[in-house]
C-alpha cells in the first residue's frame, strides 16, 4: 500500500537510479581497481561467520574474490517470490549454478544457511548508509527480518562513483554498516 507522497518518492528514485546506473555502467568499465581486496579485509574480521554475498550482473561490481577466500560458509541470495525475503542457499566456487529469478545465478542445491553478514548490491549509497537498489525490497525485507531475531552486518559493495547526495528513504528502507569501494571502507554509526 502507498501513502500520500509515495509517488513522488518512487518518481525520485527512478530517476537517481537512471543516473546511478549510468555511473556505474561508467565505473565498470574502468575496472574495480582493489574492491575486492578491501572487501576480503573488511571481510576477515568476520572469519567463521555465515557471509551472505552475491553473482554479479548488470555492471554490478564483483565480490566473488572476496567470497572465495572467505574463511567460513558463504551463501547467496535467492529469490523465492515478489515482496518475499530472500533465503540464502551454500556457494563454492565449484557450485554448478543455474539462472534464477532476474537473470541472477543461483546454486542448484545445497543447504540453506542464514547469514551473520551479508554484501549487499546497490545501485547508489549515501554518506548516511542507505541504499538505493533495483526497487524490489528484497534486502530491505531481509535485514528486517534477521535484525529482528538478532545483529548482522550489512556491507554495502558499489564503485566510488555511486554515492549520491542523499537516497530519498522510507520507512521500510535498512541502513547498510558499511559500503566497500575501490577507495576502501567507510563504516556508518546506525541506530541501535
Same mark, same amino acid.
Given at each position: 500500500m502507498r501513502? %500520500?507522497? !509515495?509517488? !513522488?518518492?518512487?518518481? $525520485?528514485?527512478? +530517476?537517481?537510479?537512471? *543516473?546511478?546506473?549510468?555511473r556505474r555502467k561508467a565505473a565498470h568499465a574502468a575496472g574495480q581497481g582493489k574492491a575486492a581486496a578491501y572487501l576480503a579485509q573488511q571481510l576477515a574480521r568476520h572469519s567463521g561467520r555465515v557471509l551472505s554475498g552475491y553473482m554479479p550482473m548488470r555492471q554490478e561490481i564483483d565480490p566473488l574474490p572476496a567470497m572465495a577466500v572467505h574463511a567460513g560458509p558463504v551463501c547467496v541470495p535467492v529469490i523465492e517470490g515478489p515482496r518475499l525475503p530472500l533465503r540464502f542457499r551454500r556457494w563454492t566456487p565449484q557450485a554448478r549454478m543455474v539462472e534464477g529469478e532476474f537473470g541472477a545465478l543461483i546454486p542448484a542445491e545445497g543447504e540453506w544457511l542464514v547469514p551473520e553478514v551479508l554484501v549487499v548490491p546497490l545501485v547508489a549509497f549515501d554518506s548516511r548508509g542507505f541504499r538505493l537498489g533495483y526497487g524490489g525490497g528484497f534486502y530491505d525485507r531481509t535485514l528486517d @527480518?534477521?535484525?529482528? +531475531?538478532? /545483529? $548482522? *552486518?550489512?556491507? #554495502? =559493495?558499489? =564503485?566510488?562513483?555511486?554515492? $549520491?547526495?542523499? *537516497? /530519498? %528513504?522510507? /520507512?521500510? !528502507?535498512?541502513?547498510? !554498516? @558499511?559500503? $566497500?569501494? +575501490?577507495? #576502501?571502507a567507510r563504516c556508518f554509526d546506525r541506530p541501535a
Open positions: 501513502l %500520500v507522497g !509515495d509517488s !513522488d518518492t518512487a518518481a $525520485v528514485k527512478a +530517476e537517481l537510479r537512471r *543516473v546511478a546506473l549510468a @527480518m534477521l535484525r529482528a +531475531e538478532r /545483529p $548482522v *552486518v550489512a556491507i #554495502g =559493495f558499489a =564503485f566510488s562513483a555511486q554515492e $549520491v547526495a542523499r *537516497v /530519498p %528513504v522510507e /520507512p521500510t !528502507d535498512q541502513r547498510l !554498516d @558499511m559500503v $566497500v569501494t +575501490e577507495t #576502501g
